[in-house]
């Protein structure tokens, strides 16, 4: 490697640490809080993000807290691929499959739907549900970095990742309840919990908390909606390219590098050849670099921003997530 080579990635490591490692101690940070008061790490890591906001102006965070918001999240959500094997899928056979589908397609598009209808743009309307149908945070990053981009853009994620995690946390402690109350079978109940609570960490304290039997089909359920993450990132993608050039010029790639690293990771993780901890490893950094790229996301803000958003966007969520739990006992009640 040339000489000159060498200096510009010293030139551009010194560039960017100040920002990184300011977002990697504010992630440090969120994980010990979230640990200790079993609250979801994501909004620690946009809270304190927040709290520290005057470091994303023109300083010698800057750059790097931009890098980290947009290049490290992308590394993450192309590493959740390990997560998925195309046994886990085949293990429950074509009925939870068949459910994922419908309740994916059908929650972003009655979500979309409504979004036009509440005055916003289709697009707030996909990444909300996008975010309530797959898997929470994790797809509203995902998608968000798909997306076209936009003056609004930041802002509605923001909003949609704290949407999401409080309503998870809630959902972790009554959905259990409904499941008691309806006196669904282990496996049911797990086929529920699994299709209807955002986050995976979530679902997977609420159905463990029922039974072993729960809490196993819950997280494969899960894990399910969670593979339908590429094909919605495709479809926006898709639709970006539809829209033209962003402002940059460029015309966005019909599949993004981090959706491609997602599907090759799903496919490596499905041969069985990946040893328990390398894959545990792997989703270990895969979280870090959401929780750490969340934290950019959270000093790029401003909280007087996410103030001013008003009720429609809450009413929105709210009404995607009641949504989301009455399909999918109607689903599960037409044998599905």
């Not at 993450?76 to 994916?104: C, D, F, N, S």
């Not at 949609?160 to 049911?188: D, E, H, R």
Request: aromatic share 6%.
């Amino acid at each position: 490697m040339s000489a000159i080579a060498l200096s510009q990635i010293h030139s551009r490591t010194r560039e960017l640490a100040p920002g990184f490692v300011v977002s990697l101690i504010v992630a440090a940070a969120a994980s010990f809080l979230s640990e200790h008061y079993g609250a979801p790490v994501m909004l620690f890591a946009l809270l304190l993000g927040m709290a520290l906001n005057f470091l994303a102006g023109d300083g010698a965070c800057k750059a790097g807290i931009e890098f980290t918001a947009r290049t490290v999240l992308r590394i993450g959500v192309a590493l959740l691929g390990m997560r998925i094997t195309l046994e886990q899928i085949a293990g429950l056979g074509w009925k939870p499959v068949a459910l994922v589908v419908i309740l994916v397609v059908v929650t972003i598009s009655v979500s979309v739907i409504a979004a036009k209808a509440l005055g916003f743009q289709r697009l707030f309307g996909m990444l909300t549900g996008g975010a309530t149908a797959i898997c929470g945070a994790s797809a509203a990053l995902a998608l968000a970095a798909a997306l076209p981009n936009h003056p609004q853009k930041e802002r509605a994620t923001l909003f949609t990742v704290i949407g999401v995690s409080a309503m998870s946390t809630l959902a972790m402690i009554v959905y259990p309840m409904i499941a008691n109350w309806l006196s669904l079978s282990p496996q049911v109940a797990g086929v529920f919990l699994g299709a209807t609570i955002h986050d995976v960490a979530q679902v997977v304290g609420a159905g463990y908390s029922m039974s072993t039997e729960t809490g196993d089909t819950a997280t494969v359920v899960k894990l399910m909606r969670v593979a339908m993450l590429l094909p919605v990132i495709v479809c926006a993608a898709m639709i970006t390219r539809m829209q033209g050039v962003d402002p940059t010029g460029k015309r966005p790639p019909l599949l993004p590098w981090f959706a491609v690293g997602f599907l090759i990771l799903a496919c490596i993780n499905s041969t069985g050849w990946v040893a328990p901890v390398v894959q545990g490893s792997v989703n270990e950094l895969s979280r870090w670099c959401l929780v750490v790229s969340i934290s950019a996301l959270g000093m790029k803000t401003q909280l007087k921003e996410l103030a001013a958003v008003g009720i429609k966007p809450i009413l929105l969520m709210v009404g995607e997530t009641v949504f989301l739990v009455v399909l999918v006992l109607l689903l599960l009640r037409w044998g599905l």
